[in-house]
């Protein structure tokens, strides 16, 4: 039933413009990840009430959550982050062609060793992570001091095709990185900063809310 329900409001989302399609096709034929469609919808709701002019993302890949928030939000200044050189230049050339280069600024970089740069660019009224899985407590306690006080962390693949809830994973790389992914969890959940929800779309969306003063 789960899997009749999420190939049926995937039936329902709108069709992306050519070049996003085009996107999604090169993800998928060349294995490069990208965001699942419902957990990208997501996400651009979210980020649509939030209405944020300034969003930070940590992992850029090939430049498509970058272009779906760029044309979802024209107003928003988005600064986003990738290491992988081959994947860099193919998210140059893709926001190139989507006219959305304004927009959108591209670093260089490994976000674990790129704060100093990406703090000129702060404060962020939302920041999205997306990135290497083992680092996200790093880049959640990195990134999070240049978050705005009314701002929102969103982290993707935090139920990593359910296999975080699953007791028994042959291979060791795998079963380690699920390991990190589930304490990662249980610390953003237990964080006394920030109220956290864990919404089963997509891969599995964080979404984490400063608490303020009480």
Known sequence: MNDKLHSYIETLIPARNDLLEEMEKFAGDHSVPIMELTGMESLLQILRIQNPSAILEIGTAIGYSALRMAFALPEAKIVTIERDEERLLLAEQYIDRSGKETNIVLIKGDALESESEIR???????????????????????????????????????????????????????????????????????????????????????????????
Not at 139 to 147: A, D, K, T, V
Not at 181 to 189: A, G, P, V
């Open 120 to 214: 000129t660019y702060g404060p962020f009224n939302a920041i999205f992570i997306d990135a290497a899985k083992g680092q996200y407590q790093k880049f959640f306690e990195i990134y999070s001091r240049f978050l705005a006080d009314d701002g929102i962390i969103i982290t993707d693949n935090v139920l990593f095709k359910g296999l975080v809830c699953e007791d028994e994973i042959e291979n060791k790389r795998i079963r380690n990185l699920v390991k990190k992914i589930d304490h990662f969890n249980k610390w953003l959940m237990a964080h006394p900063d920030y109220h956290t929800v864990i919404l089963p779309v997509g891969d599995g969306v964080a979404i984490s809310k400063k608490r303020g003063e009480s």
